[in-house]
T-cell receptor, first 114, second 112 residues
């Protein structure tokens, strides 16, 4: 139990649609990151939010966007879904953006695009 | 892109044996973390080792870090069937605090 909760756990969308995934960070954690994990691969960093501001982005197109709210919960939005967006989306939280902080992951949201 | 690679990609051992997994990475790091992932589930944090540390223990886990070779190893002693999972190393690169770059993972199967 990491204290990081994600919803929904599974969902199926059609190509071209939009999806919103949600994450509640561990209590007191002000930094939230999102990762995409394709089947059989390691997670890939999408972006990070620190105190409601985007703080770094991986190699993902602009149709991947996010938000962080005052209570530090976060959303990941993906527009114009493509088949290759099918993956496990993981949310991670940590206290601060400094190096050396343990980063805790949620159970993930499985997205299938058909 | 993946920062590192785990070796081996898959490992099958019997309960009670030790399991060793290796991780190599490419750039300078602040620290390295090991995670376990049961099939289709989230990542569970196992251990963090800082760049100025060489060895760290946690229960049945032993992690080493050799920054000159840009490599780390995870040793699980006296393995159990419940250790069956994928294991990933993740690096926190210099200048990219708290943004982890993962390897490709080692799939460990522990049989009775």
């Amino acid at each position: 139990e990491t204290g990081v909760t994600q919803s929904p756990t599974h969902l199926i969308k059609t190509r071209g649609q939009q999806v919103t995934l949600r994450c509640s960070s561990q209590s007191g954690h002000n930094t939230v990151s999102w990762y995409q994990q394709a089947l059989g691969q390691g997670p890939q960093f999408i972006f990070q939010y620190y105190r409601e501001e985007e703080n770094g982005r991986g190699n993902f197109p602009p149709r991947f966007s996010g938000l962080q709210f005052p209570n530090y919960s976060s959303e990941l939005n993906v527009n114009a879904l493509e088949l290759d967006d099918s993956a496990l989306y993981l949310c991670a939280s940590s206290l601060g953006q400094g190096s050396g902080n343990t980063i805790y992951f949620g159970e993930g949201s499985w997205l299938t695009v058909v | 892109s993946q920062q590192g690679e785990e070796d081996p990609q898959a490992l099958s051992i019997q309960e009670g044996e030790n399991a060793t997994m290796n991780c190599s990475y490419k750039t300078s790091i602040n620290n390295l973390q090991w995670y376990r992932q049961n099939s289709g589930r989230g990542l569970v944090h196992l251990i963090l080792i800082r760049s100025n540390e060489r060895e760290k223990h946690s229960g049945r886990l032993r992690v080493t870090l050799d920054t000159s070779k840009k490599s780390s190893s995870l040793l699980i002693t006296a393995s159990r069937a419940a250790d069956t999972a994928s294991y990933f190393c993740a690096t926190d690169r210099t200048g990219t605090a708290s943004k982890l770059t993962f390897g490709t993972g080692t799939r460990l199967q522990v049989t009775l």
